[in-house]
């Protein structure tokens, strides 16, 4: 990508800026898993930009921000439809940094952001999508899944085990039920979308030597040592797995309405560029408008400025 596409955005128009975003985003783009390969996408790309870009990139985020903001109010004021973004990673990916920096700009009134854990005792007397569903966005509201249904196609996946808590009938757990949860994933996705829930699903796809570099640089900040845990490391040992299990969630569940961005994360800021051009070019595609004041609408406005200007 040349350098231009972060050159001048302050002097763009609305439409430019999109056309910028689309250009930034599309490349990370999966709407058919079928030829998906993950080896395919580099943790390290970046477009042709380089570490000595990251100045210009931050200038072109926080126009991203202020034009995700201007979204944003439209969204909320139209009050149809409803965004859902889901961010899957490994730990020290940057999911955190994404939603902190791209949303910095956005209405908290309007954005709400769940980071899913270990389930509780009264989610694992659910459905395994229970939990979730219980956080889904209201229309005109931005939703953010730190984690999402996902982690049951991932995490349970590499570690099997697991399904032993979920107090699932024996029957019910059989070599597929991998495809039988990338089914019903298929399908609610395709519902919510039915019904004026767009999804957007982001995996931020960091490399094993990069996780390594942020975990011993947490370890040595005493100011993040809060976010190290030691089971993170033991993960790392399962990375094959991890990696297998991505992959064949994203070949099993990218859809044109709702598809998989799998972003490069080596690189923080141009992780955060793509993020937030991809979900402005979302919502502007969305076709959004302020709410069309009828006739009964004008004449309220009309006596409330009568009132107003007569007490003046």
């Known amino acids: ?17 999109v056309d910028r975003c689309r250009r930034v985003s599309e490349p990370f783009r999966v709407t058919d898993g ?4 993950l080896r395919d996408v580099d943790p390290d790309d970046t477009l042709g930009l380089r570490d000595d870009d990251k100045e ?8 991203g921000v202020r034009t995700l903001a ?6 909320y004021a139209q009050d149809r439809w ?10 020290a990916a940057g999911k955190d940094g994404v939603v902190k920096h791209v949303m910095s700009g956005v209405n908290p009134q309007g954005c709400q952001v769940h980071s899913f854990k270990v389930p509780s005792s009264e989610e694992l007397d659910h459905d ?6 219980q956080r889904l966005p209201n229309r005109g509201n931005i939703g953010i899944f730190n984690r999402s249904w996902y982690e049951e196609t991932l995490v349970v996946r590499v570690h099997p085990e ?5 107090k699932l009938p024996k029957s019910l757990v059989t070599d597929a039920i991998w495809d039988e949860r990338f089914q019903d994933i298929r399908a609610f996705e395709r519902y919510l979308a039915r019904n004026g829930t767009v999804v957007r699903k982001f995996m931020l796809h960091v490399s094993k030597k990069e996780q390594r570099r942020r975990f011993l640089d947490r370890i040595a900040d005493p100011d993040r040592r809060w976010k ?7 993960e790392r040992g399962h990375w094959d797995a991890y990696m297998e299990a991505y992959e064949d969630a994203v070949r099993s569940t990218a859809t044109e309405h709702a598809p998989w961005y799998v972003v490069p994360a080596d690189h923080k800021w141009f992780t955060r560029l793509v993020v937030a051009a991809a979900t402005i070019v979302t919502l502007a595609d969305l076709d959004l408008a302020y709410p069309e004041v009828d006739a009964v609408k004008k004449r309220d406005l009309e006596t409330a400025r009568r009132l107003l200007a007569k007490k003046a």
Not at 34 to 37: D, L, N, T
Not at 82 to 91: E, F, H, I, N, R
Not at 162 to 166: C, F, R
Not at 228 to 234: C, E, H, P, T, Y
């Open 1 to 17: 990508m040349p350098k231009h596409l972060l050159a001048d955005l302050d002097r763009l128009d609305f439409d430019e800026v």
């Open 34 to 37: 079928k030829g998906f390969r």
């Open 56 to 63: 210009r990139s931050e200038a072109a985020l926080a126009v």
């Open 70 to 75: 201007r979204l944003q109010d439209v969204l």
């Open 82 to 91: 409803a965004l859902l973004l889901v961010v899957q990673a490994m730990d």
């Open 128 to 133: 395994w999508m229970w939990r979730c569903v």
């Open 162 to 166: 697991i399904l032993a808590s979920q």
């Open 228 to 234: 190290f845990a030691l089971g993170d490391v033991k």
